[in-house]
């Protein structure tokens, strides 16, 4: 998904991923975050063994129908209430949840057998059934929801018996154990009212049930005690509260307001750190933020300008004057979790990028024929970072003798309209962000069209399009998602990434870390990459001592 | 009778004011780049998704068409649907006016209850100490953004001193059970004057100036008039020329500020309503611009053109209490 536009309705490119849990919020820089005050006047409620916690996020869910929902704070807190048939461990590793062991996969990678838990069951005591989960994955695409893309590489999906589910895939869709993290709901509760299961009445299989939610306000939840899983919560409620703007949200922290804040602004670290009773806890989440170049008009077409542009500033210097600490320098379309997790070797990407070298530019520039007198055209979408990054590129191309640079700052209405025009009068350049599930194909597919899909859709820079050594190495993109192999995956992602690197389709940038403000009172709270936080998960439990 | 006569014509009179305001927010949200569908759905909606969304938000058809849709369904009490929050627009703004409303006069309150004994001490103690005081407190208020105060009220008091919460507001009459901490109606209130302060001081400041300034100098003319010279000639002490003489005479300029201060109070709202995280107007238009959700960007719109016309009217009526000279039978 796009980075940032924290509101319903960007994620529905497959790149967002789907919730495992519930929901990957996968630390989107939007701001959402969910800060609670708590409030049920229980507020001491020191009686339950784990207390209640308040958590400030930064925006306001929307809905809880995981079927429907696309923004991060909705996710956050649907992901408490819905279980998937995986969810993730405390990195980016999957692990059954509803399903009783692993997947069985034929040697084609088209086809896999699950068990459902014998015992599980929703929360208004029905058992999860192979329908029910039919039914969630057949949901998006018979309803064209904004998300259906995540699960439009099944086929069909069989249901022999109860318990026992099989997924027939269109192709053998690589990534597709990050899909089995999808979330569940029970089929009769959901048709019966889509409306009520969405805004006031979700009904899942998770460990926590939903109470109430005043939009803007608050959304309360607590802990289910017929929970058929392990662990038993130990906060017996939570409760999410939006606050928009940063220093409320760490006053609120300050305060003991808010038990738990997310998303620390850079200016704020140190402040956060001077709480005496909190701390910072933090994690480089799933994403990706780049300055990408439009190869379909302009001069920028020629790599030898694209070039040019990379030594007219320092990327690292940019990156560790704009954005750390919340975020970290990052080489490559891959995070490095998912790096890591796959074993790419990220250092040879290191090497790509130069460091800022006038001169160089300069004749890199001559060489390519390009005007003193020439218009540059960077656009950026409504965030200071990648604005920042944008007006870093302004200076250097004007340090190369260029008077005329504009970076527009564009609301984000008129920037996805404009970043895909491939017209040469709407951009050279533009920096983007991008969220998704931890597989490579969704940091490589969605960037660099290679598909009717995707190039002009999701890819604004049409390098595809640019030369037949593009052309070749974005369809390696393309194969490696409909491959099961994962070496021979890796290997064609290597090749790929290696090739866009080297001409610069992209200037790397950095990823954001999911940041919290934590009060020494809460215990056991897992920061996640994925899933943005786990509350009560295979690997976690929290409670609160106040 | 004639009051009520001029209270219905001014009213009349709002009608061609609002259908401007309708008409000119509608084009305006026409011309903004960018397309709210492509907001909703995100980078790649499928075509029929799309086309879907624009049938049933009247988006496909022609802007005259849908011009006048829109006005025969404001005319009708309709403001349409939301496309962000999915729900109907009237039963937002509802939701969210009262919010408002409560800061904005409790801001003027405060604003008034300060401004006018600063500009009659300013005025009667003119280029002495106390005037100059004033006269600085008047100017650090109109030029300091509300935003900022805002912020280093919530360091200073919230974060620093951690004497008065930082968000939100806590309506007075609201459900003692929905309050933290609260077990009866007094608590409640008690509970809503505290979240109330911060915000009503961010709000009130710029008017509150504003209206030092406009008393100040009204009051320095009126005491520069001849009855008041009589007065003081038959040795009139000076308090009670104040109280009796002087101070009716020196409101009118002051209630025709107030009038006019409601514009800036309601764009005040918008950055008090941000910072200090209260579900209010401001933060609805802020949500409705930022996602491109056009029906309640006109509907909010058309709703603040609402709450400034009845207020100017209801200042225009205030001047009759204060000054019986004035008289609406000849529209002066």
């Known amino acids: 998904m796009l980075q940032g536009l924290g509101v319903a309705g960007i994620a529905s490119v497959a790149g967002c991923s789907s919730g495992g849990n519930g929901g990957d919020g996968s630390g989107n820089q939007s701001g959402d975050g969910s800060g609670n005050q708590s409030g049920d006047g ?27 929902l696309n923004d991060v704070p909705s996710e956050q807190v649907a992901s408490q209430i819905f279980e998937g048939l995986y969810e993730y461990n405390e990195s980016t590793g999957l692990v059954p949840a509803l399903a009783a062991s692993e997947a069985e996969v034929n040697d084609e990678g088209t086809v896999y057998t699950l068990q459902i838990e014998e015992n599980a069951t929703f929360q208004n005591g029905d058992p999860v059934t192979s329908e029910d989960v039919k039914y969630s994955f057949e949901a998006p695409v018979n309803e064209e929801t904004e998300n259906a893309s995540e699960v439009n590489m099944i086929d069909t999906i069989d249901t022999p018996d109860e318990k026992t589910v099989v997924f027939n895939l269109s192709y053998p869709y690589g990534a597709f154990t990050t899909t089995l993290a999808w979330p569940i709901v029970p089929k009769s509760v959901r048709e019966e009212d889509p409306d009520a299961f969405s805004t006031s009445m979700p009904v899942g299989s998770g460990p926590f049930q939903f109470d109430e939610w005043q939009e803007g306000q608050y959304v309360r939840i607590s802990r289910y005690d017929d929970y058929w899983g392990e ?22 922290l300050r305060q003991g307001e808010n038990d738990i804040i997310e998303e620390i602004p850079p200016q704020l670290y140190s402040t956060v750190e001077q709480i005496q009773d909190a701390s910072i806890q933090e994690v480089p989440g799933i994403g990706y933020f780049y300055l990408a170049f439009n190869c379909a008009n302009g001069p920028t077409t020629d790599p030898l300008v694209r070039e040019a542009v990379d030594y007219c500033f320092d990327m690292d210097q940019a990156v560790s004057n704009y954005v750390e600490p919340t975020g970290v320098r990052q080489y490559s379309p891959l995070p490095a979790a998912l790096a890591d997790e796959w074993g790419f070797d990220v250092g040879q990407w290191e090497q790509i990028p130069h460091g800022k070298d006038i001169n160089q530019a300069q004749s890199l520039f001559e060489e390519a024929g390009v005007s003193q007198d020439y218009s540059w055209r960077i656009i950026v979408p409504p965030d200071d970072k990648r604005e920042q990054i944008g007006v870093t590129v302004s200076n250097g191309l004007q340090e190369a003798g260029f008077n005329n640079v504009e970076v527009q700052r564009l609301d984000w209405g008129a920037f996805l309209e404009q970043y895909v025009s491939g017209n040469e009068d709407d951009y050279n350049m533009y920096t983007l962000g991008w969220s998704g599930t931890p597989d490579p194909d969704a940091f490589t597919y969605y960037m660099f069209g290679a598909t009717e899909d995707t190039l002009g859709v999701t890819d604004g820079t049409f390098y595809h399009n640019s030369s037949e050594r593009a052309a070749t190495a974005t369809e390696k993109f393309v194969q490696a998602r409909e491959m099961a192999d994962q070496e021979q995956r890796k290997q064609l992602y290597t090749e790929g990434i290696t090739t866009v690197l080297e001409d610069r389709a992209h200037l790397p940038a950095y990823n954001l870390k999911n940041s919290f403000g934590v009060k020494e009172y809460v215990n056991d709270f897992a920061e996640h990459p994925v899933d943005s936080f786990h509350l009560t998960s295979n690997h976690n439990n929290v409670s609160v001592n106040k | 009778m004639s009051r009520l006569r001029y209270t219905i014509g001014r009213l009349l009179q709002a009608i061609p004011v609002l259908i401007g305001v309708v008409t000119i927010t509608f084009l305006l949200t026409d011309a903004i780049p960018g397309d709210p569908v492509s907001i909703m759905l995100g980078p790649s909606p499928s075509a029929q998704q799309a086309a879907a969304i624009r049938a049933k938000f009247g988006l496909d058809q022609p802007l005259y068409v849908r011009y006048f849709n829109y006005l025969f369904d404001v005319i009708r009490l309709d403001l349409g649907e939301s496309l962000y929050y999915s729900v109907p627009v009237t039963q937002k703004i509802m939701e969210r006016l009262p ?5 904005m006069v409790s801001s003027f309150t405060f604003a008034l209850v300060t401004a006018i004994p600063l500009g009659i001490i300013s005025a009667k103690r003119r280029n002495k100490p106390a005037d100059h005081i004033s006269r600085v407190v008047a100017l650090l208020g109109v030029s300091t953004p509300s935003f900022w105060i805002g912020l280093m009220l919530i360091i200073i008091f919230a974060f620093n001193l951690n004497v008065l919460p930082a968000t939100s507001l806590v309506m007075p009459w609201a459900d003692p059970s929905t309050v933290d901490g609260a077990s009866n109606q007094i608590d409640v209130i008690i509970t809503a004057i505290q979240h109330l302060i911060l915000p009503t001081i961010t709000l009130g400041t710029l008017q509150m100036a504003a209206f030092t300034r406009i008393e100040r100098s009204s009051m320095l003319e009126v005491l520069g008039e001849e009855y008041v010279k009589l007065a003081r000639a038959y040795g009139v002490s000076e308090g009670k020329i104040l109280r009796k003489h002087a101070f009716r005479n020196a409101q009118l300029p002051l209630i025709t500020i107030v009038g006019l201060q409601l514009t800036t109070a309601l764009g005040g709202a918008v950055l008090t309503e941000t910072v200090f995280n209260i579900n209010g107007m401001g933060r609805l238009v802020i949500t409705a611009i930022q996602n491109q959700d056009f029906l309640l960007v006109m509907g909010t719109t058309l709703m603040f053109g609402v709450v400034f016309v009845v207020g100017v009217i209801i200042t225009d009526l205030s001047y009759a209490y204060v000054d019986p000279r004035v008289s609406f039978d000849g529209g002066d």
């Open chain 1, 231 to 252: 662990p038993m919560p130990n906060l017996s409620g939570v409760e999410f509260v939006p606050v928009e703007e940063a220093t409320t949200r760490v006053t609120t």
């Open chain 2, 99 to 103: 919010i408002t409303m409560l800061l």
């Open chain 1, 42 to 68: 229980s507020d001491g409620g020191q009686s339950s063994q784990g207390g209640q916690l308040k958590m400030g996020l930064v925006k306001s869910p929307l809905e809880f129908d995981p079927i429907v």
